[in-house]
């Protein structure tokens, strides 16, 4: 199995602060990689995918980057309801996985 | 607009079978090109693909749950459902039903039954326990 390690796990920043969330890969998967957004107690929520294209309607602060084995997400101006948790899934290969998270809370 | 709802107990006893049914409405299982699925989510795992499903009933699973699962469409009632036998503490979680979403361009997935999810139901908490 593929496996995705978030950092950090979680972080704390302030409304405009630039926010950048990495995943890292066990092997290379290209660029088969998405990244979602969950709040609590919501099914998660689609905000990128093939590493780096937004999905529609995603505000375009979010953006992601990467290939291989390092993938990152941004968000470039954060704001009050970016809160929540942000995974990345793998796409190359089943099993499908998920990264383990990282909580974006709000100074 | 497509919306996604699960059905199933809420609470099920160690070794029996849950059974969860996903509701789809403003879209039709046979009218488009989409695998539908399951994921679930616990406090000690994170999110875990469960497997994937077309309406023409050609399913993928996740390894790691072996021969406990399988998944099944109705395409008369546009539904489709999820069997997990032999249940444990572990199979504790939030289960979601889910549908690959729309996509772009290359590499949106290379598996062949999709997985990029782009519509949840809202989830159903089960808990196995006696």
């Known amino acids: 199995d593929i496996q995705l390690t978030q950092s950090p796990s979680s972080l704390s920043a302030s409304v405009g602060d630039r926010v950048t969330i990495t995943c890292r890969a066990s092997?290379?998967?290209?660029?088969?990689l998405a990244w979602y957004q969950q709040k609590p107690g919501k099914a998660p929520n689609l905000l990128i995918y093939?590493?780096?294209t937004l999905q529609s309607g995603v505000p375009s602060r979010f953006s992601g980057s990467g290939s291989g084995t390092r993938f990152t997400l941004t968000i470039s101006s954060l704001q009050p309801e970016d809160f929540g948790s942000y995974y990345c899934?793998?796409?190359?290969?089943?099993?499908?996985?998920f990264g383990g998270g990282t909580k974006v809370e709000i100074k | 607009q497509l919306q996604l709802q699960e059905s199933g107990p809420g609470l099920v006893k160690p070794s029996e079978t849950l059974s969860l049914t996903c509701t789809v409405s403003?879209?039709?299982?046979?009218?488009?090109?989409?695998?539908w699925g399951w994921i679930r989510q616990s406090p000690g795992k994170g999110l875990e693909w469960v497997g994937s499903?077309?309406?023409?009933?050609?399913?993928y699973y996740n390894p790691s749950l072996g021969s406990r699962v399988s998944i099944s469409v109705d395409t008369s009632k546009n539904q489709f459902s999820l069997n997990l036998r032999s249940l444990i503490a572990a199979d504790t979680a939030v289960y979601y039903c889910?549908?690959?979403?729309?996509?772009?361009?290359?590499?949106?997935?290379?598996?062949?039954?999709?997985?990029?999810?782009?519509?949840w139901g809202q989830g159903v908490l089960v808990t196995v326990s006696s």
């Open positions: 499903i077309f309406y023409s009933g050609s399913t």
């Open positions: 889910m549908r690959d979403s729309d996509c772009s361009g290359g590499y949106c997935f290379a598996t062949p039954g999709g997985g990029l999810v782009g519509h």
């Open positions: 093939a590493a780096s």
């Open positions: 403003g879209g039709s299982i046979r009218s488009s090109s989409y695998y």
């Open positions: 092997q290379g998967i290209s660029s088969f």
């Open positions: 899934q793998q796409l190359r290969s089943y099993p499908l996985t």
